[in-house]
């Protein structure tokens, strides 16, 4: 157990709705970090907030969204949903910078029919 | 941009025997990190091992060791007496110890552990 807490664990949706994804970090950890996986495109980093504040921004589209809210959670929001879409969403949390190594949740898995 | 190529779509090992995964990477940055993640079919990201480039041992945690070749951008897994439980996809990963974070992650290697 590697003390990232993701929901859900799956969600199923059509495409154009809007959904939100959920990461609770481990305790003491300031950073969380957003990636998606796909089978064309791998894993790709999204996007990191440290203690409420974006720190850098990957390959995120502009129809996702993310937020860390005082208590350090954090919510990934996909709107305008296409099939593409479809892949596991990762969140992990570092106490941040150096050599801290990253802690991943168990992804949620977002399937748009 | 860094790349992180792991050329070994898939390997297999029989069990208690000992394999090795490559990694290279790209970059022209002095001081970074690497990272070995294990991905079973629980889909869960494990850190299996990590190693900063600025010092020349390379890391060991029990049965998992690295070769870090720095001036070959070369980071190999070797994994001594397999077992079951080792079969998973393998990502290797850089992280840039400037500015962004972000882990650059490998395609993947997935290990095949034979009984």
């Known amino acids: 157990d590697s003390g990232v807490t993701q929901t859900p664990k799956h969600l199923i949706t059509a495409t154009g709705q809007r959904v939100t994804l959920r990461c609770s970090p481990r305790?003491?950890?300031?950073?969380v970090y957003w990636y998606q996986q796909s089978l064309d495109q791998g894993l790709q980093f999204l996007i990191q907030y440290y203690n409420g504040e974006e720190r850098a921004k990957g390959n995120i589209l502009e129809r996702f969204s993310a937020q860390q809210f005082p208590d350090l959670h954090s919510e990934l929001n996909l709107s305008s949903l296409e099939l593409g879409d479809s892949a596991l969403y990762f969140c992990a949390s570092s106490v941040g910078g150096g050599y801290q190594p990253q802690h991943f949740g168990d992804g949620t898995r977002l399937s748009i029919l | 941009a860094q790349t992180v190529t792991q050329s070994q779509p898939e390997m297999s090992v029989q069990e208690a025997e000992t394999v090795t995964l490559s990694c290279t990477y790209d970059?022209?940055?002095?001081?970074?990190?690497l990272f070995w993640y294990k991905q079973p079919p629980s889909r869960q990201m494990i850190l299996v091992i990590r190693q900063e480039a600025y010092k020349q041992q390379n890391a060991t945690e029990n049965r998992f060791s690295v070769n870090f070749q720095k001036a070959a951008k070369s980071f190999s897994l070797k994994i001594s007496d397999s077992q079951l439980g080792d079969a998973a996809m393998y990502f290797c990963a850089y992280r840039s110890a400037y500015g962004s974070e972000k882990l650059v992650f490998g395609k993947g290697t997935k290990l095949t552990v034979n009984p």
């Open positions: 305790s003491g950890d300031l950073s």
């Open positions: 970059t022209s940055e002095s001081d970074y990190y």
